[in-house]
């Protein structure tokens, strides 16, 4: 991903249902944020730090919030983590007008977009281990690995034959087109479909529907208009816009913002039990104390002075989050 700039391939931009740019919600409908965490562990501080930037950004222009499981993995999924989750958010004061909604009872609407992809010809079955797509492609920004087509070209002999030894995923068939969109914290923004992704998966091996058809689908059903992630899912947002236009959906705005990292650079995750929920509030003991350190530590607010939800979503500099991708939690 890098900054817009003129390109030899026809570049298409996000529009919102206005048509307005994605990023001018303002002079549209009303901003619709949302919190979409999956129920595999406990939250830390790098996605309890992105649920209140989600809520600080919907709210400072006057917005609501949904809530959203994103429980797609039934393997990993507990209905216990979502609970648990539910009332940290609650603790914290993150409120939500919306919700929660889950996603596993909208298969159906899933596999009638899917279908509508394979009807259009725009979807084929990819064959290729984790390890090939390692061995075609190094990772782009974001860890992102390049799809380099190897399946698209087979022969209806040839998918029969592999498909005797191998269940495929399937892939969207991408054109050599730049998308580009205006992101509210990190500015002109631009991808090459073809050459910066590849034909991405939209539907796994195991019959289930890839996180990147579910999410538009989710967000035009629920109403979305402002989604607000870490800037490590930058890299997707072209490939969702796509998604959006091939499905007649609406572009929401996007904004992305540095991940918390450790004092080493290793981004904080719920695997390696980082600065879990538990210890963050027995350290903390207040929301405000931990706001004001998260707000201290992100370079929105000048120190770390405890710091009620709403005063941080009006004083807050969110400029300041801009042209980074991280921020150090000591």
């Not at 991903?1 to 529009?15: G, I, L, N, S, W």
């Not at 992704?197 to 629920?222: I, N, S």
Request: one cysteine or more; hydrophobic letters at 40%.
């Amino acid at each position: 991903m890098e900054p817009a700039r003129t390109p030899a391939a026809r570049v298409v931009r996000a529009k919102s249902a206005s048509g307005n740019p994605a990023v001018d919600h303002a002079a549209g409908a009303p901003v619709v944020g949302r919190f979409a965490p999956s129920p595999t562990g406990r939250l830390h501080a790098g996605n309890l730090f992105a649920a209140v930037m989600a809520w600080c950004l919907s709210h400072r222009a006057g917005g609501r919030m949904v809530l959203r499981i994103e429980d797609l993995d039934p393997d990993r999924s507990r209905a216990a983590y979502a609970d648990a989750i539910m009332r940290d958010y609650e603790w914290m004061g993150l409120t939500w007008d919306y919700g929660p909604y889950w996603q596993h009872g909208r298969e159906e609407a899933y596999r009638a977009a899917y279908e509508r992809l394979e009807r259009a010809g725009l979807v084929y079955p990819c064959f290729c281990s984790r390890a090939d797509l390692h061995a075609a492609s190094a990772p782009h920004f974001g860890e992102k690995l390049v799809y380099p087509g190897t399946c698209r070209s087979l022969t209806d002999d040839e998918r029969r034959e592999r498909a005797q030894r191998k269940d495929p995923s399937w892939r969207l068939i991408v054109p050599d087109e730049d998308v580009g969109f205006d992101d509210m914290l990190q500015g002109p923004q631009r991808q090459n479909l073809a050459r910066e992704c590849g034909d991405f998966v939209v539907r796994r091996a195991d019959g289930a529907f890839a996180y990147q058809l579910a999410v538009v689908l989710d967000d035009a059903e629920q109403g979305v208009t402002q989604v607000a992630r870490g800037i490590d899912l930058l890299p997707s947002t072209p490939q969702q816009i796509h998604l959006q236009s091939l499905l007649g959906l609406p572009h929401p705005a996007y904004a992305h913002f540095p991940l918390m990292v450790n004092e080493t650079g290793r981004r904080l995750s719920k695997r390696d039990h980082d600065t879990s929920i538990d210890e963050l509030r027995e350290r903390f003991r207040t929301p405000e104390a931990l706001l004001g350190r998260m707000a201290g530590a992100s370079g929105i607010m000048p120190d770390d002075e405890p710091i009620a939800l709403e005063d941080l979503a009006r004083e807050a500099d969110f400029a300041k989050l801009g042209g980074r991708i991280s921020t150090v939690w000591g």
